[in-house]
């Protein structure tokens, strides 16, 4: 039983690395959007909606916070949505 529970910690493990390794080609997208004052509400939306399953898993978090911050100057409505799906998996 505890070889099944370390394979399956050590699978979580791995899961949650290769997700980690997504990070660096989402945080260059982010700050394309916000550099480029980006204001295409589904491309923002579609990168908000990825950030947000990835936070489910313990990453992106700051980077989906930042988007969300840029996103309430263009739709604060919308921004308060994604805002508050992310406070609600805190909970």
Excluded: R
Excluded at 39 to 64: C, F, Q, R, W, Y
Aim: charged share 30%; aromatic share 8%.
């Amino acid at each position: 039983m505890d070889k099944l529970v370390n394979d399956i910690k050590a699978l979580i493990d791995n899961f949650n690395t290769a997700l980690g390794q997504h990070l660096p080609a989402l945080e260059k997208e982010v700050n394309q959007i916000i550099s480029e004052k980006c204001t295409d509400k589904n491309t923002i939306e579609h990168l908000l909606d990825s950030l947000l399953s990835l936070t489910m898993h313990g990453v992106a978090d700051d980077l989906l916070i930042k988007l969300v911050d840029y996103y309430k100057t263009i739709d604060p409505e919308g921004a308060l949505f994604y805002w508050n799906e992310y406070d609600s998996k805190e909970e």
